[in-house]
């Protein structure tokens, strides 16, 4: 089953309160031997300089590397301090077998899509990072062969950027609005809206075309 929740920890919180407009969505987290846990992500929209700048003040964070930037969005990998919360809670996710599916900010805290074998192993997930006090709430639970609703396979930004689309009329042939004005409307950088579409619909048809 595919769980999404809220997931507040702290992670990255300085740096996202000193540059409010930039929107971060994970790309990978991995860890190893000798590396506690690692987050490659993408960082878009406006103050990523004063973004970047702060990364290496944020407690949250042992090391930080721009791997990668094009036009309004940079690739970023972070390594964690061994001791953060977050880092027990990975290690917890890796031996229930859940598997880390996306992540977004909203404000300074998470947005978190995870894969569980089951409902018992997610309440032993949710338990154990309650114990590091890190806080869990649900907001949507689904399978891959069953699902309520649009937005419990989208993230709100994400769902968010694909109705605006669809009522803009920006899927229709010929379009009747361009990506840059679908993007003044959410007052959003065009760069940052084309991801959205892509990863939501990415998703969508993740879904049904395999359930299928």
């Known amino acids: 089953m595919i769980v999404e929740f809220d997931f507040s920890s702290g992670v990255l919180e300085s740096s996202i309160r000193a540059a409010p407009s930039v929107s971060l969505s994970l790309e990978e987290m991995t860890a190893s031997d000798t590396v506690p846990l690692r987050n490659i992500f993408w960082a878009s929209g ?8 702060a990364l290496s003040e944020d407690p949250t964070v042992e090391d930080a590397t721009r791997l990668f930037e094009t036009g309004d969005r940079r690739l970023y990998r ?13 290690r ?37 990072c309650e114990r590091r006090g890190l806080s869990i709430a649900a907001r949507a639970v689904y399978t891959r062969t069953r699902f309520e609703t649009v937005d419990t396979v989208l993230t709100p930004h994400q769902y968010e950027a694909l109705s605006a689309a669809a009522e803009m009329g920006y899927y229709s042939v010929p379009r009747d609005c361009s990506l840059a004005e679908l993007a003044e409307s959410l007052g959003l950088s065009s760069q940052a809206v084309s991801e959205r579409l892509r990863r939501g619909t990415e998703r969508l048809l993740s879904v049904t075309i395999e359930d299928s």
């Open 92 to 128: 917890a996710a890796v031996e229930l077998d859940a598997v880390v599916l996306a992540a977004e900010n909203e404000g300074t805290d998470w947005i978190v899509r995870m894969r569980f074998p089951d409902r018992t192993a997610f309440a032993a997930f949710r338990e154990r």
């Open 46 to 53: 406006e103050g990523l300089d004063r973004f970047e700048a």
């Open 78 to 90: 972070i390594v964690y301090p061994s001791e953060m919360a977050d880092v027990a809670a990975y």
